[in-house]
């Protein structure tokens, strides 16, 4: 029983120090914005892990319920700004629409809207990546935001 307790009380305080990380500062992960022309938008910050622990949050469509939908014209070019230091060595993007779900190329912090018109869901998932330690993060966010293509 000892033994048990040790080894659980070993694996606990390994993870947390493993996931503290001086680099990262502030209770929260940055806030991202998305611009398009002259125009900035702010996205709303989902499930995350950063110095302090984890949170988990609905998906993009449950968390952006009642919003408005950026409106946007189809191909529109849309670019992620994130004002934080070191920027985040990972990014992801996932479209949602009525039909599916789609990996989206960004390329140069950007990404063109869809040609269709509709309504899409976004989450802007990136991770801050430890340069000594192959596979461990130091810190990821999901971002959500919804485009209204016109």
Not at 22 to 46: F, I, R, Y
Not at 93 to 102: A, F, G, K, P, R
Not at 117 to 122: A, D, E, L, S, T
Not at 133 to 139: I, K
Request: net charge negative; with cysteine; glycine share 6%.
């Amino acid at each position: 029983m000892k033994k048990q307790l040790f080894l659980f009380l070993t694996l606990i305080i390994f993870t947390l120090v493993g996931c503290s990380n001086d680099e990262l500062s502030g209770e929260k992960p940055p806030t991202v914005t998305v611009k398009l022309a002259n125009e900035t938008h702010e996205t709303k910050l989902g499930t995350y892990c950063w110095k302090n622990g984890c949170v988990d949050t609905a998906g993009p469509v449950e968390l952006l319920e009642g919003t408005e939908p950026i409106k946007v014209k189809p191909d529109a070019k849309i670019t992620f700004s994130m004002d934080f230091q070191p920027k985040p060595t990972e990014f992801h993007l996932l479209q949602i629409s009525e039909e599916n779900e789609n990996e989206i190329s960004i390329e140069n912090n950007s990404f063109l809207a869809p040609t269709n018109k509709g309504v899409y869901y976004y989450s802007f998932g990136v991770r801050w990546m430890d340069a000594e330690s192959e596979n461990v993060s130091n810190g990821d966010a999901f971002y959500s935001f919804s485009l209204e293509v016109e």
